[in-house]
């Protein structure tokens, strides 16, 4: 998939952990909608290779 300067980003739901889990806690991770999180704001997409991978 091609991105282009304008495009919106296609709708989904991330995961956030608001909290650092440890065990037993009751905190779950919340939904966030990506297109309620980037209403109005502008986004910038950048990759970073993983550890130990080739670039």
Known sequence: MTIKVGDKLPDGTLWELPVEYTHGCPT??????ISEATKGKRIVIF?????????
């Open 47 to 55: 990759g970073v290779p993983g550890a130990y991978t080739r670039t």
């Open 28 to 33: 779950g991770p919340d939904a966030v909608k």
